[in-house]
């Protein structure tokens, strides 16, 4: 929920791997497993105390993951509509994604940004910025690796250089899902040559890394609660759709 990364395998495959930065102080989440809501089979963790989730994939071939902030870093003014979870549960069960962000009122709602990616006639992958009066939409390229990090915990500045110094470590040479994991999981220096992209500081850490591996057929879900060190599997198969070769 706080640092996104996307890597293509193929045209149809991906890897999607997220930290979730939270306050020490928030209890654990609950694993991932399979989780059916109007008719809908999706795969998620579950935030044990909004009851909501910051990523997930469903079996209509959707995956959805969603950053705290919006363009900039805000001030909370809660009380709020709804937690920010039920934004990614209700992206991942709509018949209609695009529908669903362009006429769903999200006045109310805590900044925040959504990246979604299909998987149907081509992958295509939707940035949804919500910045608390107004909504931003744009299709990013899914043949280029993409970062992602929250507003609220990281500066234009270093934004910018964890950006640079992800995307060298991928140019370097092929990367596969376990180097990428440890990438995530060894913490960011900013001083340092050494890439790292999980946060240790006084009262926000790194509390859990979750990776997908997502093709055309099935997402492999793995959940890895950096508290308890416990590491969890998920699996989803998904709706087959006829790709043009």
């Known amino acids: 929920m706080c640092t996104l990364t996307y890597i293509p395998l193929s045209s149809t495959s991906y890897l999607f791997t997220s930290n979730r930065d939270e306050r020490k102080s928030r209890s654990s989440a609950f694993a991932p497993t399979i989780h059916e809501k109007n008719g809908v089979s999706f795969i998620a963790p579950i935030d044990s105390q909004a009851l909501g989730t910051w990523l997930g994939a469903s079996e209509n071939s959707r995956v959805v993951c969603l950053l705290n902030g919006g363009l900039k870093a805000h001030i909370p003014t809660p009380p709020y509509k709804h937690s920010r979870g039920k934004v990614v549960i209700d992206s991942l069960l709509a018949v209609d994604i695009e529908l669903y962000l362009t006429t769903y009122d999200f006045n109310n709602v805590e900044p925040?940004?959504?990246?979604?990616?299909?998987?149907?006639?081509?992958?295509?992958?939707?940035?949804?910025?919500?910045?608390?009066?107004?909504?931003?939409?744009?299709?990013?390229?899914?043949?280029?690796?993409?970062?992602?990090?929250?507003?609220?915990?990281?500066?234009?500045?270093?934004?910018?250089?964890?950006?640079?110094?992800?995307?060298?470590?991928?140019?370097?040479?092929?990367?596969?899902?376990?180097?990428?994991?440890?990438?995530?999981?060894?913490?960011?220096?900013?001083?340092?040559?050494?890439?790292?992209?999980?946060?240790?500081?006084?009262?926000?850490?790194?509390?859990?890394?979750?990776?997908?591996?997502?093709?055309?057929?099935?997402?492999?879900?793995?959940?890895?609660?950096?508290?308890?060190?416990?590491?969890?599997?998920?699996?989803?198969?998904?709706?087959?759709?006829?790709?043009?070769?």
Not at 131 to 149: N, T
């Open 112 to 245: 925040f940004t959504l990246i979604v990616i299909e998987n149907k006639d081509d992958l295509s992958i939707i940035q949804f910025i919500w910045d608390g009066q107004k909504s931003y939409q744009e299709f990013l390229d899914p043949a280029s690796p993409h970062i992602w990090s929250s507003v609220t915990l990281y500066n234009s500045n270093q934004t910018k250089k964890r950006k640079e110094k992800f995307l060298d470590w991928l140019s370097s040479s092929e990367k596969n899902a376990q180097e990428l994991l440890e990438v995530h999981e060894n913490l960011d220096h900013e001083d340092s040559s050494t890439i790292g992209l999980s946060m240790q500081r006084p009262q926000y850490c790194t509390v859990s890394t979750t990776q997908l591996k997502v093709t055309d057929q099935r997402v492999d879900m793995m959940y890895h609660d950096r508290n308890s060190t416990q590491k969890d599997f998920a699996h989803l198969p998904l709706t087959v759709y006829n790709h043009e070769s």
